[in-house]
């Protein structure tokens, strides 16, 4: 039992990350020791490789926007550790978090009685999530991220009333598979007997996307990113046109975003027409213009352009330098890069070489990261430096009135910058 929530959590964060699984039963058998307390609850499942947490923060915010009472389960966090779980905008707090824990670790010699061995990290937070949302009786629908895959993910055992998926792409290779199609295969491992599949089109693994709804016999919506029309992505706003909606504007920055609110805008109206949530045109616009979601592509600072962005795989950091083609013009861009070491770095660092006038290679304070001096090696840029104190740069960014500064690679590392800054400027 702990007394205060830095040690619960320090605990939590102790936790083994990854155990062997060749089925669900086991996340099936601990949430059974508690009552099974996901069930009874009305769920959107979110997964894909990148753009998870935007399109969640965008349904969200929307069903927000129509007055409905939202939770939602994240991973990772960039604010605090709290951001996991939250009921419509609130995160859970200390207080609750640290009952939450008791409640669970008080409980372990359930486990032991029945043979199940004690949760690993993911395990222990997601039956966290369904306990906290059994609890809130006014709770109209819970919103729940795939925290890695899909298949054998603790979060799969719910049905949910649609599935969504977002891009799909390479990441967690050595969990989820080295080539596309097996990634796809794992990914699509949400998707349930007759429940809608909302995801883009990705004529990569369209194939395999089209068995498994048909295997499942789930009514599949699709959208062709050409579809879109008319992206402008500024360093205010993005917008866009879709379908009948025209000139829709979303808070979050890039050209992705428009992506990722089209998937939210078909998952709310897959809610409205098959489900009967009424939603309107003034919630659904308001919803996607207010959507904020930290460190991703976020502006920190308007004069100098200081950007924060948690790209942590080659998808993402291709769609980071799409939109920095697009914003830099004639200015000098700086990008400063930190991972962690099981990425897959070299592409990732040779995407950055193409934009960047200066790279530079740094390091987080989590165990992950990867050394400044590793990351360095990979870069053939001209123009190519390590430094490992990350808030000399930083207050280097803000000094340098005439340049774009890009701080990036990890979620990890964007976390860090986002709480110093908080602490800095509260």
Request: proline share 3%; charged share 20%.
């Amino acid at each position: 039992m702990f007394n205060n929530i830095t040690d619960l959590i320090s605990w939590i964060e102790s936790q083994k990350r990854m155990v062997p699984k060749i089925s669900l039963d086991r996340m099936r058998r601990i949430c059974e020791l508690f009552g099974n307390p996901q069930a009874g609850l009305k769920y959107i499942h979110v997964g894909g490789t990148n753009g998870k947490g935007s399109t969640v923060s965008f349904i969200k915010t929307v069903l927000l926007e129509a007055g409905y009472n939202i939770g939602t389960f994240i991973s990772p966090y960039v604010d605090v550790f709290n951001e996991r779980i939250a009921f419509n905008n609130q995160y859970i707090s200390d207080d609750e978090l640290l009952e939450l824990g008791n409640y669970i670790i008080g409980k372990y010699y359930l486990f032991d009685d029945n043979d199940i061995s004690r949760p690993s990290f993911f395990e222990f937070i997601t039956l966290m999530a369904f306990i906290y949302f059994s609890r809130q009786s006014q709770i109209d629908l819970v919103i729940l991220e795939v925290g890695l895959g899909g298949l054998l993910d603790a979060t799969n055992i719910i049905i949910p009333l649609v599935t969504v998926i977002t891009s799909i792409s390479y990441d967690h290779e050595k969990v989820l598979g080295t080539s596309l199609q097996e990634i796809a295969r794992n990914k699509l491992g949400i998707v349930k007997s007759g429940v809608p599949l909302v995801t883009l089109k990705n004529e990569d693994v369209f194939d395999i996307v089209r068995t498994a709804v048909t295997e499942k016999q789930s009514p599949l919506v699709l959208i062709d990113p050409k579809d879109i029309k008319n992206i402008k992505a500024t360093l205010d706003y993005t917008s866009f046109d879709y379908q009948d909606y025209h000139n829709l504007e979303v808070g979050l920055l890039g050209f992705h975003q428009a992506e990722n609110a089209v998937l939210a805008l078909r998952t709310i109206r897959v809610l409205s027409d098959i489900y009967g949530y009424r939603i309107n045109t003034a919630a659904l616009r308001r919803g996607l213009r207010l959507t904020k979601w930290p460190g991703r592509l976020q502006l920190i600072s308007q004069n100098p352009v200081i950007l924060l962005d948690g790209a942590h795989n080659p998808g993402g950091i291709v769609r980071l330098v799409e939109f920095l083609q697009s914003i830099k013009g004639g200015k000098y861009l700086r990008v400063v890069f930190a991972v962690s070491a099981d990425k897959d770095k070299p592409e990732m660092i040779q995407t950055l070489d193409e934009v960047a006038d200066e790279i530079i290679f740094t390091r987080f304070g989590y165990k992950r990261s990867d050394t400044a001096e590793n990351l360095i090696q990979l870069s053939h840029h001209y123009n190519k430096r390590l430094e490992n104190d990350w808030q000399t740069l930083l207050t280097m960014a803000f000094a340098d009135k005439t340049s774009i500064s890009v701080f990036c690679g990890s979620l990890y590392f964007v976390s860090e910058i986002y709480n110093y800054l908080k602490k800095m400027h509260p």
